[in-house]
């Protein structure tokens, strides 16, 4: 059974641009959640989706945005990205996730110059 | 909301060495209560849960024990190996009405020298 993928895996942005992710869940899994991952900060939730509907949303600004599509697979797009949003991004699938069993992605390494 | 103290890192321990993480969590209500493990290059995996008091989490040589009455739940291991050389969240989880809450604590790396 093929894991959750993310890509792209690595990428350089510069300030001022907007960057898109891509998560991919394992097949199945209808919620899909992201995750922002800093030395600083450590693991900040973003958001998650079910059924393409966003159920919660974390602490961030607009410019972070997500959506699902009806095959499960989602996006997430940072539009004027600044220096602090160079992280690692997590994408994590589940098929009952309120059970806190969570299926995590490589991750999709963002540095912003 | 949910909120998680881990023991800072890192932790560099021997080979053979026993390993404890502390992990104290506030939460509203019983939460079910999670160790993750991130190896390096890769995402986090789960590596085991209790969703009750007194449950004990058991995975790959490593245990923790739902303590309702010091909130805690500790991570250990008698005997690390190198392959164990990761870093270790601890995460409550606080379930209900269709949704949840899983807060990642920040981290612990964990170093294993032969």
């Known amino acids: 059974k093929a894991g959750v993928t993310q890509t792209p895996r690595y990428l350089i942005k510069t300030r001022g641009q907007q960057v898109t992710l891509s998560c991919s869940p394992i097949?199945?899994?209808?919620?899909v959640s992201w995750y922002q991952q800093t030395p600083g900060q450590g693991l900040q939730f973003l958001f998650e989706?079910?059924?393409?509907?966003?159920?919660n949303k974390g602490n961030f600004p607009g410019r972070f945005s997500g959506r699902q599509f009806s095959n499960s697979r989602s996006e997430m797009n940072v539009s004027t990205l600044e220096l602090g949003d160079s992280a690692l991004y997590l994408c994590?699938?589940?098929?009952?996730?309120?059970?806190?069993?969570?299926?995590f992605g490589e991750g999709s390494r963002l540095t912003v110059l | 909301g949910n909120s998680v103290t881990q023991m800072e890192g890192p932790v560099t321990l021997s080979e053979e060495a026993f390993l404890t993480i502390n992990c104290t969590y506030t939460?509203?209500?019983?939460?079910?209560l999670f160790w993750y493990v991130q190896y390096p290059g890769e995402g986090l995996q789960l590596l085991l849960k209790?969703?009750?008091?007194?449950d004990k989490g058991s995975n790959k040589g490593f245990e923790a024990t739902y303590r309702k009455e010091t909130t805690s739940f500790h991570l250990e291991k008698g005997s690390v190996q190198v392959s164990d050389s990761a870093v270790y969240f601890c995460?409550?989880?606080?379930?209900?009405?269709?949704?949840?809450?899983?807060?990642f604590g920040k981290g612990t790396k964990l170093s294993v020298i032969p």
């Open positions: 994590a699938s589940s098929l009952f996730p309120a059970t806190g069993e969570l299926f």
């Open positions: 097949s199945g899994h209808r919620s």
């Open positions: 989706y079910f059924s393409e509907t966003q159920r």
């Open positions: 939460a509203t209500g019983y939460p079910s």
């Open positions: 209790a969703t009750k008091a007194d």
């Open positions: 995460a409550p989880c606080r379930s209900g009405a269709g949704s949840y809450q899983l807060t």
